[in-house]
């Protein structure tokens, strides 16, 4: 049994002469996980790919390099100094994505300026991920970022001749809970009783098992009485706190 959180980090970056196959296209989609650019930042790079068996994911975050036009600064010799894009990223299960236009159309995803990596003072995240999103066993997803500025017009119109490779370009930012072996179980026993997956649930439910071990307790009215018992302390505190409002009929 394990619970891990776990960081991925992606970086584009100059690597010295420009040369076009090494970078994005405006407006083209391309994976974190499997596409041509970039590099990543995790010893795990393509087990997050496909979600085995033996595992349950809960993706609480994802955000990328702000930004709404590109602005860059070129030195004397034509070599780009900074590069700020317009970056959306799309979080992508099978073949569905999670962000839609409002039309209920596939989507570029969200805008760095929206969920921005890294966050400052001067750039502050008003988005968040929200309820969290759940892969189960068996599911394929993956995070694609699209570029809305153009590298490839941007050199060939002389703007610059190379960028160095301490020149980033872009981020993008995933944190994720990874689940594992019996936890893993656990996290789908509760989202088959229409309970919330997160290490405090999973933990609860460990202990409720733990407390029950050798009584008649393997049923369904057992497991619906200790559901509506969590739900009810969830609601309970998230009304205490701001969160939920009193519906006035309590």
Known sequence: MAISNQQYQWNLFGNGAFVAAEFP????????????????????LNAVAMVQDTEFVVVEKIACTPGVSPEGSVSDAGSLTTWIP????????ESTGYYRDPQNVY???????????PASIDVIPYYELWPPIYIIPGQVWDVRYTFYNDLHAAFD???????????????????YTLFTDSDSLMANKLLSLGLPVSVESVQWFRRLLLKSKGLETETFNFYLKASRKYREDEDRKQKMIGLKRYSGLE
């Open 86 to 93: 317009n970056m959306c990223i799309q979080l992508v299960i």
């Open 107 to 117: 989507s570029c995803g969200i805008s760095g300026m929206a969920s921005p990596y």
């Open 157 to 175: 119109e002389g703007y610059f001749t190379s960028i160095p490779n301490n020149v980033c370009l872009g981020r993008v930012y995933i944190r």
């Open 25 to 44: 296209i405006a407006g083209g989609e391309n994976s974190i996980f499997v596409g041509n650019y970039g590099t990543a930042q995790n010893g795990n």
